[in-house]
């Protein structure tokens, strides 16, 4: 026995270490490729119940579906879907136009991708275009797609009930094209403007407008500002004078520009719901209305309450002035509020998010040349005071003069440190009322 074992193991030292080796190089040089073994699995219940199941076995996207709809609250319905993803990608079939956009990686080809139309997915026609494979794991999500998701209903998208979603990318521009095509088809027409007086229709012959947005350095080689104008009714004209309703002074443009993602042009005419591009020297500000003689206000322009707010400090001592325009012209595009400290005559910026520090941050270096640095500020809320007590008034502001500020056009704006102390100081003034934006 004794002399059999001793065999055994001189044999075993003997190969031991080159079966090791092999069992290594074959692991290494020939790993073991992964096997699709198809697994029916029975399900029964009620379709609420297995809709959760469906949709996570359908893969990422129909997950991120899914988290759109539980962070924004509301129905989504695809009109696209992708085929693949990520090196794989082939591009994207439009459910709404039952049509087939081709992904290239050629930049220049990209927007005017190819595109097949093909209504029937069981057509042998889509296999030629992306391959077997592909137009297979296609057909499957598109009837998983159909059988989960509600019929595409436009007037629940109209009431806002309803959300459609489509795939793209707006860097390699592929799939902007599809979206806007299928957007002019579905979109309302232009509805009914409010103003302080009297609603205005679209269908009016003379042309109002008002400016919902300021956008700076559309052109970092000339510092240009460009006042955003929507038309409300009537056809707006270049070269024609218009009202300038707060200002009272007759303007016309002689270069009112459309705009096409980085595409510009000059136009001649627009009509209601188009969106204008006014030169601005720095005479506008978001709001401001455009007539041809009636003077009205527009009401309802958005107008965000702040909920983060910070210190703004120069972080350059030799570049005041570049800050100082560069602050000055961003709060101009309403992103952000300034407000400047009765206490100490600090600058305060007031944001909706914390990101929008950074944006500013970036913003100020590359475009002005401006170094700033943020301190963290304690604010609960901003308020903005009006009263027609002007006694009370005056007493709020000498009681509450350290928490007390000026916005960027001179308002008065009560900043609150706390939740109590807010709710104390509207109890102890009744004849001062607090706004929580700056439109009131």
Known sequence: MELFRDGVAAFLEAVGIAAVLWVLFDWFMYPKRAVNVPVQVPLSGDAEELEPLLRRLAGLTVVLLDEVEKELRIRVRPLAFPISNGPTFRGVYNLYEKNLSLFTSDEKLTADAQTAEISDLASPELDSYIGAKFAEQLRSDVELVEGVY???????????????????????????????????????????????????????????????????????????????????????ERNHNYLHVRSGKQLKFSS?????????????????????????????????????????KFTGIPSFAPEQFRYIENADPLKFKQ??????????????????????????????????????????????????????????????????????????????????????????????????????????????????????
Request: charged share 25%; glycine share 6%.
């Open 150 to 236: 509600d019929e595409f209903d436009r007037e629940a998208y109209l009431r806002g009930e309803l959300a459609p979603v489509f795939f793209g990318s707006a860097v390699n521009n592929f799939g902007v094209r599809e979206l806007l095509e299928c957007f002019v088809r579905i979109a309302p027409s232009p509805r009914p403007a409010p103003t302080a007086t009297r609603t205005v229709e679209p269908a009016e012959p003379k042309m109002t407008g008002f400016v919902f947005k300021i956008h700076a350095n559309m052109d970092p080689n000339h510092r240009d500002r460009i006042a955003f104008l929507k038309i409300c009714s009537g056809t707006f």
């Open 256 to 296: 009112p520009t459309a705009f096409m993602a980085e595409k510009k042009s000059v136009i001649d005419f627009a009509y209601p719901g188009d969106i204008v591009g006014l030169h601005d020297t720095g005479n506008f500000k978001i709001g401001d209305t455009f007539t041809e003689g009636e003077k009205l």
């Open 323 to 440: 800050l100082a325009k560069g602050v000055d012209q961003l709060m101009d595009e309403g992103v952000a509020q300034l407000f400047v400290s009765s206490l100490n005559g600090r600058k305060i910026i007031g944001t909706v998010g914390a990101l929008q520090f950074e944006v500013i941050q970036y913003r100020l270096e590359h475009e002005y040349n401006a170094a700033c640095r943020w301190e963290p500020i304690s604010i609960y809320k901003a308020c903005w005071i009006e009263s027609d007590n002007a006694a009370q008034l005056a007493d709020f502001k000498r009681r509450k003069h350290t928490n007390m500020a000026v916005d960027k056009h001179g308002r008065d704006v009560f900043l609150a440190d706390t939740s109590y102390g807010l709710a104390l100081a509207q109890e102890n003034f009744k004849d001062i009322r607090f706004h929580f934006t700056s439109e009131f």
